[in-house]
T-cell receptor
């Protein structure tokens, strides 16, 4: 079956702009999480959505937001981009409950100039 | 607030078993041990997880000590494609609680020809 799909794969934006990233989870998966990966901070949790509700949130400023649609697809938005937002943004999906491993997408590489 | 400790790097000869240790001395009774790996520029890949019994799947074996304070991931016959950063993560078992993955620095495993 198809894996986690993230679009776009690469993105270049200018400081001050906003950006929206998309994630399509594995069919049947209802939980979607987002992570940011930078060389300095490593992999950091942004937020998790389940059934269109944010279930958990990491320690990021309010410029970072997300949402989940009824088909479980998710988007994350970053407003007023800063140079430090340059990172690999990863989406992961898992079944609704239980102790499963997350399946990650290949990520969106965002560069802010 | 790291919950796991792993060596920064390890080497392994191709075809030999790779044994990756992880210390999680503060693990709680309801926390599972998960292992993921990340090959350069890709999203993390789930490998295996366990609570207190040893686990084996097609990718690896997980050995958890009786006191659950440490574990070892075993790749029985390492190949060059196993070169990656390996992350050991502890995660609450209960659905609905803060179950995000908290990644540390991981172990860079290099499989040598």
């Amino acid at each position: 079956k198809a894996g986690v799909t993230q679009t776009p794969r690469y993105l270049i934006k200018t400081r001050g702009q906003q950006v929206t990233l998309s994630c399509s989870p594995i069919s049947g998966h209802r939980s979607v999480s987002w992570y940011q990966q930078t060389p300095g901070q490593g992999l950091q949790f942004l937020f998790e959505y389940f059934s269109e509700t944010q279930r958990n949130k990491g320690n990021f400023p309010g410029r970072f937001s997300g949402r989940q649609f009824s088909n479980s697809r998710s988007e994350m938005n970053v407003s007023t981009l800063e140079l430090g937002d340059s990172a690999l943004y990863l989406c992961a999906s898992s079944p609704s409950s239980g102790n499963y491993g997350y399946t990650f997408g290949s990520g969106t590489r965002l560069t802010v100039v | 607030d790291a919950k796991t400790t792993q060596p920064t790097s390890m080497d392994c000869a191709e075809g030999r078993a790779a044994n990756l240790p992880c210390n999680h001395s503060t693990i709680s009774g309801n926390e599972y041990v998960y292992w993921y790996r990340q090959i350069h520029s890709q999203g993390p890949q789930y490998i295996i997880h366990g609570l207190k019994n040893n686990e084996t799947n097609e990718m690896a074996s997980l050995i958890i000590t009786e006191d659950r304070k440490s574990s070892t991931l075993i790749l029985p016959h390492a190949t060059l494609r196993d070169t990656a950063v390996y992350y050991c993560i502890v995660r609450p078992a209960k659905s609905g609680s803060a179950r995000q993955l908290t990644f540390g620095s991981g172990t860079q495993l290099t499989v040598l020809p």
